[in-house]
């Protein structure tokens, strides 16, 4: 069974800010490596309604990685970039083309679905 965690075979999600810091914190401090793992054991990469159902399991990945749960908007807006560039990576470690197909698709609406 193969495992994504975020980036090559093993995604890493760099997260945004931690929880219980605010916009005044230095970012270098707010910063944390979030591992959030995503199974493609069950994924079928020639069909794309499978496809589909992994990647809305990325989103989630991502968003739940990179989520400070915080109310100050520069740091939403940090958690959403944060989650953009997991996905982002996620998806090419892959190299799988209907999965990289189905990402640019969704173009830059990702994030603001949060």
């Known amino acids: 069974m193969r495992m994504l965690f ?4 093993a995604l890493v999600l760099t997260a945004g800010p931690a ?3 605010d916009a005044e914190t230095p970012k270098s401090e707010r910063n944390q490596v979030v591992q959030v793992a995503v199974s493609t054991h069950d994924v ?3 069909n ?3 496809v589909d159902r992994f990647y809305h399991r990325l ?3 991502a968003r739940q990685a990179c989520d400070s749960r915080s109310a100050v ?4 807006q940090e958690d ?3 989650a953009r560039e997991a996905l982002n990576i996620s998806v ?4 799988r083309p209907m999965l990289t197909a189905r990402h640019d698709a969704s173009g830059p609406a990702f994030a603001t679905g949060w």
């Open 92 to 95: 090419a470690s892959l190299s």
């Open 80 to 82: 959403r970039a944060c």
């Open 44 to 46: 079928d990469f020639r």
């Open 73 to 76: 908007r520069v740091l939403q």
């Open 48 to 50: 794309q309604a499978s």
């Open 59 to 61: 989103q989630r990945a």
């Open 19 to 21: 929880l219980a810091l």
């Open 6 to 9: 975020a980036a090559a075979a």
